[in-house]
C-alpha cells in the first residue's frame, strides 16, 4: 500500500534518532562505494483493525491472537484488541455506572509463539483496534472467525485483522439481488479520517455522491450498505475505498441469501501479474472478478497452477479487462478435485489490475460463499491463526521458480507442543501439504510459513466449519507480515558536531 514506504523512511529516522548522530561513509576517491548494506530489525509497533463480525443473533466469534517469535525483538512487550466506538453513541462510546468508558480487551496477546483466544457472541459485538508494542509487534496476527448457524450469510465468515492504510480495492462486491454487502470503515487514530468510496460495474463507474467525502470519528467504526451508494443493480463490483486524510482500515462483508457469505479483503496493490492462491479442490464454482484501474485496456493469460504444473483452463486462454469496467468470468469447476492457484500474466503489454476470485462449495441447499483475492507473496515470514485440528488446509503455491518454505505449527491456545515441517514446491505447481499439527493439540494453533530458498511462494489457508450440513468454509491469503524492516547501516561520526 502507498503508506509503506513512508513508513519505512520514518521507522529509519526514529532508530538513528535514538543511536545518536550516525554518518554513512560516503564513496571515497575511486569512486567504490563503502556504504554498510542496510540491516534488517524487528518492527516496534504494530497496529490491527478488526470490523464488527456480524449483525446475526445467532453469531458466534472467536478472535485468535498470535506472534510469531522474531530473533532480535524486544523481550518485552504488550498489546491488547479494545472496542472501537460506533458513530450511533456519537463517538463516546459504552460508559459503565461511573461515567467511565468500558475497556475491557476482548483478547489480550501473550509471550510471542503462545496464541490467545477470546469469545463473542450476538449482533453487537464491535469492531476493535488493537496495538501491539516491542517483543509482541513483529508478525502480530489476529483472526476473526464468525459461525452462523442460520439466515443471511449462514456459515463461516472469517478475516485476518488488517494494518491501517489510506487506499484498498475490493474487486468481487456485488449489489444484486439476494446480495447484501457492506464495506467496513475503522480509524484507530486520534482524528477524523476522510474517505471516497467509489463503485466501478461492467459499463465503468457507478453514479454516487453519498460515498464521496464519509467522515469516520476517531477510534471510531462505520459499516455503509453498497446498495444505499448506489441504486444499480451490479452482479460484480470493484469498490476502491481512498483516504483523503487520516487512515483507515477497511473490508467488504458479502453476505448471500442462497450461499452463506464471508469477508472479502482488500486485493493485492495493481499490478500486471498477480496470483490469487489455493483455491479450494473441492469448489463447484469460481468466478474470476477483475478491474485495472488505469486509462488502458488489460489483456491477461489466465493459468492454473496445479500439483503437476501450470495449466490453461479450457475456453479460458485469455481474459480481455476494459479500462475503468468490472470484468466477471465464470470458469466453473476449475480445480477439478485438485489444489490449485490463478496465475495472470499479461499476453502482451503489462497493464496493471486487481483481482479477486468467488468460490461456492457444495451444493443445493448445502452451498457455502467465500473468496480469494490476488495476494502479495509470503515473503520471508507469514502467520495465519485460529487453525483447528482436521478443518485446516494449507495450500503452497511456487508460481515461477521451485521453492523451499518451512512451516511451523506453535503450541495451541489450551497447551500442546510446537512442531516444525519443511517443503519443497515444485516451479509452476500449488499444493496443499499435510501441514504439521502441535503434539497433544489443545484448543486451536497459529500457522507460520517462512521461505527458506528458491523462488517467491504465495499461500492460503482453508478453514472449515463444524457443520455437516453445510459446506462451511473461509479462505485466508499468507501475505508477508512485515514484521521486519530494513535500516541503512550508519557508523558513529562525532565530527559533525564539530562541523
Not at 497447551?415 to 486451536?444: C, E, H, W
Request: hydrophobic fraction near 35%; aromatic fraction near 4%.
Amino acid at each position: 500500500m502507498k503508506r509503506t514506504t513512508l513508513s519505512l523512511i520514518a521507522c529509519a529516522t526514529a532508530l538513528a534518532a535514538v543511536t545518536g548522530f550516525a554518518a554513512v561513509s560516503a564513496p571515497d576517491g575511486s569512486g567504490t562505494d563503502t556504504a554498510a548494506p542496510a540491516a534488517r530489525l524487528p518492527v516496534e509497533r504494530t497496529s490491527l483493525l478488526c470490523p464488527a463480525p456480524s449483525t446475526s443473533d445467532l453469531a458466534e466469534t472467536a478472535y485468535t491472537s498470535f506472534t510469531p517469535v522474531t530473533k532480535g525483538a524486544d523481550e518485552k512487550g504488550d498489546g491488547e484488541l479494545a472496542t472501537a466506538e460506533t458513530a450511533e453513541d456519537g463517538g463516546k462510546g459504552a460508559k459503565d455506572d461511573k461515567g467511565e468508558k468500558k475497556e475491557k480487551p476482548v483478547v489480550q496477546p501473550k509471550a510471542p509463539g503462545t496464541p490467545v483466544t477470546g469469545k463473542t457472541t450476538g449482533a453487537d459485538a464491535p469492531a476493535l483496534i488493537g496495538t501491539a508494542e516491542g517483543g509482541t509487534a513483529p508478525g502480530w496476527t489476529v483472526q476473526q472467525t464468525t459461525e452462523v448457524a442460520a439466515g443471511t450469510g449462514r456459515g463461516l465468515q472469517g478475516v485476518n485483522c488488517t494494518a491501517p492504510d489510506t487506499e484498498f480495492w475490493f474487486p468481487g462486491a456485488s449489489t444484486a439481488t439476494g446480495r447484501t454487502d457492506y464495506v467496513h470503515l475503522t480509524n484507530p487514530d486520534d482524528s477524523a479520517a476522510v474517505v471516497d468510496i467509489e463503485l466501478y460495474g461492467k459499463d465503468g463507474a457507478l453514479k454516487s455522491t453519498v460515498g464521496e467525502g464519509v467522515t469516520v470519528p476517531p477510534h471510531t467504526s462505520e459499516s455503509l450498505l453498497l446498495s444505499t451508494l448506489s441504486e444499480v443493480k451490479e452482479t460484480d463490483l470493484t469498490v476502491h475505498v481512498g483516504v483523503r486524510s487520516g487512515r483507515v482500515g477497511a473490508a467488504v462483508q458479502a453476505l448471500d441469501d442462497k450461499t452463506g457469505g464471508d469477508w472479502l479483503t482488500a486485493a493485492a496493490d495493481p499490478a500486471s501479474e498477480l496470483v490469487l492462491p489455493g483455491i479450494p479442490k473441492d469448489a463447484t464454482a469460481v468466478r474470476l472478478v477483475l478491474f485495472t484501474p488505469g486509462g488502458t485496456d488489460a489483456d491477461l493469460k489466465v493459468r492454473l497452477a496445479s500439483p503437476s504444473g501450470l495449466i490453461t483452463p479450457a475456453g479460458h486462454e485469455t481474459v480481455h479487462v476494459k479500462a475503468g469496467m468490472t470484468t466477471g468470468v465464470d470458469l466453473g469447476e476449475v480445480t477439478r478435485g485438485e489444489a490449485g492457484s490463478l496465475v495472470l500474466t499479461p499476453t502482451d503489454r503489462a497493464v496493471p489490475v486487481v483481482a479477486a476470485v468467488r468460490v461456492v462449495r457444495g451444493k443445493g441447499d448445502e452451498q457455502e460463499s467465500a473468496f480469494v483475492p490476488a495476494s502479495d507473496p509470503v515473503g520471508a515470514r507469514a502467520t495465519v491463526a485460529d487453525n483447528r485440528a482436521k478443518s485446516t488446509t494449507l495450500a503452497l503455491s511456487a508460481p515461477g521458480e521451485a521453492a523451499q518454505v518451512k512451516v511451523t505449527a506453535s503450541a495451541g491456545t489450551e497447551g500442546g507442543t510446537p512442531a516444525t515441517k519443511t517443503y519443497t514446491i515444485k516451479a509452476g505447481t500449488t499444493q496443499n501439504v499435510d501441514a504439521p499439527v502441535p503434539a497433544g493439540l489443545k484448543g486451536s494453533y497459529a500457522l507460520t510459513v517462512e521461505t527458506v530458498s528458491g523462488g517467491p511462494v504465495h499461500a492460503s489457508r482453508t478453514l472449515t466449519g463444524s457443520d455437516d450440513d453445510v459446506a462451511a468454509f473461509t479462505v485466508q491469503t499468507l501475505p508477508d507480515d512485515r514484521g521486519m524492516v530494513s535500516v541503512p547501516n550508519a557508523d558513529e561520526d562525532l565530527s559533525v558536531l564539530q562541523k
